[in-house]
């Protein structure tokens, strides 16, 4: 609502006339809300991969490092999920010149990044193409591909690819994909393999290999860790660790003596006969159990811990051994 005054009512109404017109106009010239955090998302993730190490390199043909460049990338992840750190991985096809160009591919062996194995499979002469005329050149084909996925799972992903040596070949970008177990993502019609094998291109390096790296990042669910809903195990575990400091009643068990430390409340709800005879002990002086060896003793507490009957390591059980168990119950 707009107050009116005698003296101050002209001047209201210029102000919020003013102020309405200033909104309208920034309303336009201002992206939207998502594509604005997209835009924020996609400065922050370019600084990230600019920064990221290389993990890992695969070698086809020969061996040796080199530098890696640092490239970028377009694209925002799902909102449910997390874009994880960049991480690069390294491809060196060495004598490409010399690789099989018919209709060949020639597969890298497997990085594993971001929990996931890849791999790139690259086609010197081009996949699934027609036969290039008289004074043309086939082009060459790369893929990404990963390999460790189920047949029912997804992973979100974006990469960048920079083939030839760093600073001097092309860039071939991706934006978020949904990798399964059957992707392959790339390009067919990537690059002419004569501008690749130019010695005067300078696309490889000086003794003829072709670098391909490899940016990743992936998208990442939240992780949350909710308490489990029983106990049953982590009060076997409390029989486990019950030790002299943490514990009220000890027991001293057959002719070995094994010691079995204990919570007297838990007895008392459990265990009301043990109970009763821990009670006419202090909490220092170990009771003596005798008529039982340790290994039923340390079953028949694992029943009031709540846990179930389990063999021991090297012990098998037989009827003797049940019916002394029956007997220490």
């Known amino acids: 609502p707009i107050l009116y005054h005698k003296r101050s009512s002209s001047k209201l109404l210029l102000a919020v006339s003013c102020s309405i017109i200033s909104n309208l106009i920034l309303s336009q010239q201002r992206p939207p809300c998502g594509e604005r955090t997209c835009r924020i ?10 920064q990221a190490e290389l993990i890992a390199t695969a070698h086809v043909g020969g061996e040796g490092p080199t530098e890696v460049p640092d490239p970028h990338n377009d694209g925002c992840f799902p909102e449910h999920l997390i874009p994880s750190s960049w991480k690069k991985l390294r491809f060196v096809f060495h004598d490409f010149a010399t690789l099989p160009h018919e209709n060949n591919d020639v597969t890298t062996s497997e ?14 002469g081009g996949f699934d193409q027609p036969l290039p005329e008289e004074g043309e050149s086939a082009y060459t084909s790369v893929y990404v591909s990963c390999h460790s996925l189920g047949r029912s799972k997804s992973l979100h992903t974006k990469f960048v690819l920079y083939v030839g040596e760093p600073g001097k070949g092309n860039i071939m970008t991706r934006p978020v994909e949904e990798f399964t177990s059957s992707t392959a993502s790339g390009e067919n019609w990537f690059m002419p393999r004569s501008t690749i094998i130019d010695p005067a291109k300078k696309i490889l390096d000086d003794e003829g290999s072709l670098i391909v790296d490899l940016h990743l990042q992936i998208g990442c669910a939240p992780s949350y860790c909710y308490p489990s809903r029983s106990i049953q195990a982590d009060m076997v575990k409390v029989l486990e660790v019950s030790d002299e400091s943490n514990s009220d009643v ?12 204990c919570l007297s409340s838990l007895l008392q709800l459990r265990a009301p006969d043990l109970y009763s005879l821990a009670s006419e002990y202090d909490n220092r002086t170990p009771i003596p159990i005798s008529g039982v060896s340790g290994a039923i003793f340390y079953q028949l507490l694992r029943s009031v811990y709540g846990g179930d009957f389990q063999d021991l390591q090297g012990y098998y059980w037989n009827a003797l051994d049940l019916k002394d168990l029956i007997s220490a119950a």
């Open 111 to 124: 990085l594993e990044c971001h929990g996931q194995k890849w791999t790139i499979d690259l086609y010197p």
């Open 41 to 50: 998302t996609h400065r922050k993730s370019t600084r990230a991969m600019e």
């Open 250 to 261: 000890v027991f001293e068990v057959g002719s070995e003596k094994s010691k079995f430390y």
